[in-house]
């Protein structure tokens, strides 16, 4: 079980605008479960977000009025007879908040207010909605969550983020077509922020070394390589000859078992091992060392892997991640890691 303190600060290091001073004070509170984290998040940075002013967008509008504006249709003028009424249908565009960022905030917000998260935090919520008033509701279970950010909106992907943490871990909707409330982060979505979290504590903590997700290409003796399977690594670690490739994992079972007898998940140790002797070969000649490591997030089960391999020449490491101490255990775990192998 993972501390609900320790999931602000795997989302404070995924996305670093919570480590400005608008959030600072929401790393010193309490929170029972993770709604109500992130109740809080997003009351802090709608706040914030108020100050900065909402987005705006022309939105094109097509309306019966008594003066012109924008342009005229006259086809659906005569269709409607709007002339009878001193009308013309005129279509133009609306400079209006009433766009989609806003609409995915005001239907979250309004979504976490039957979560189980506290008085207080629901009052916060319902502050920040006054704002909103213009503002269309969505239907969560139809919203498009491919958006494109620019300068004008790039304060808002954290915000969207965690809406979108609140959307998927709050909502399942059941066989007979209703909705309830579902236990918070599923498997899926924790395994994303369990890969961004690692991959960006070491960016930040560890400037010494390049962290990346990097593609490995395939080694291929006559260069065809059609239909063959992109090779994505979660998180490579490389300072002069050495790399480190490191496949974070989030599993509720973090080995397999048949018959009592435990071993590691033969499709990640495949996919880590393909990926080290890719990259072992892509050096050639040159002297370097490549290692490999599949790093699970621990759970509560007895048998837990904990192995080093070598294999064919590479360093193969099975760990697990103890994310149910306080941060600073954490710490300490992710940074021994890295003094192992380059050290």
């Known amino acids: 079980m993972i501390p609900v303190q320790n999931i602000y600060y795997m989302l404070s290091y995924a996305f670093r605008v919570l480590s400005e001073r608008g959030y600072r004070d929401v790393a010193t509170e309490q929170f029972d479960n993770a709604a109500e984290l992130c109740a809080a998040i997003l009351a802090r940075g709608v706040a914030v977000q108020l100050k900065r002013g909402l987005d705006r967008e022309y939105i094109p ?14 086809a659906a003028s005569i269709k409607t007879q709007s002339l009878m009424r001193k009308q013309l249908i ?15 905030l005001k239907s979250t917000m309004e979504l976490l207010l039957h979560a189980d998260i506290s008085g207080v935090r629901k009052k916060e919520l319902r502050k920040r909605l006054v704002y909103f ?26 915000l969207i ?21 579902m236990a918070f982060f599923d498997e899926q979505r924790m395994c994303r922020l369990y890969e961004k979290f690692i991959l960006e504590y070491y ?15 395939w080694q291929l003796d006559d260069g065809f390589g059609d239909m063959l399977p992109v090779m994505q690594s979660d998180i490579t670690l ?7 490739i490191i496949d974070a994992k989030y599993y509720a079972r973090n080995t397999q ?27 050639g000649d040159q002297p370097h060392e490549v290692s490999g490591m599949l790093l699970y997030a621990k759970t509560d089960e007895r048998i837990q892997p904990d192995h080093v391999y070598r294999m064919s020449g590479n360093k193969i490491s099975v760990r ?9 255990g954490i710490r300490r775990q992710l940074d021994a890691i890295l003094a192992e192998h380059f050290d």
Request: proline letters at 2%.
């Open 61 to 74: 509008q097509t309306q019966a009025l008594s003066s012109l504006r924008g342009k005229i249709d006259l």
């Open 90 to 104: 005129c279509t133009y565009d609306d400079f209006t908040v009433n766009s989609d960022l806003n609409r995915i």
């Open 133 to 158: 008033s213009d503002v269309d509701a969505l239907d969560v279970h139809a919203i498009n969550w491919n958006i494109r950010y620019d300068r004008s909106n790039q304060t808002y992907r954290m």
């Open 161 to 181: 983020s965690v809406c979108y943490l609140v959307v998927k871990g709050l909502l399942q909707t059941d066989a007979d077509g209703h909705t309830r409330m």
């Open 203 to 217: 960016r930040r903590e560890h400037p010494e070394v390049t962290a990346r997700p990097s593609q490995i290409p």
């Open 238 to 244: 490389s300072r002069g000859n050495r790399v480190l």
């Open 257 to 283: 078992a048949q018959y009592d007898v435990h071993t590691i998940h033969s499709g990640n140790l495949y996919q880590i091992f393909t990926y080290v002797k890719n990259r072992d070969a892509e050096w």
């Open 320 to 328: 697990t991640l103890d994310l149910d101490c306080d941060f600073a």
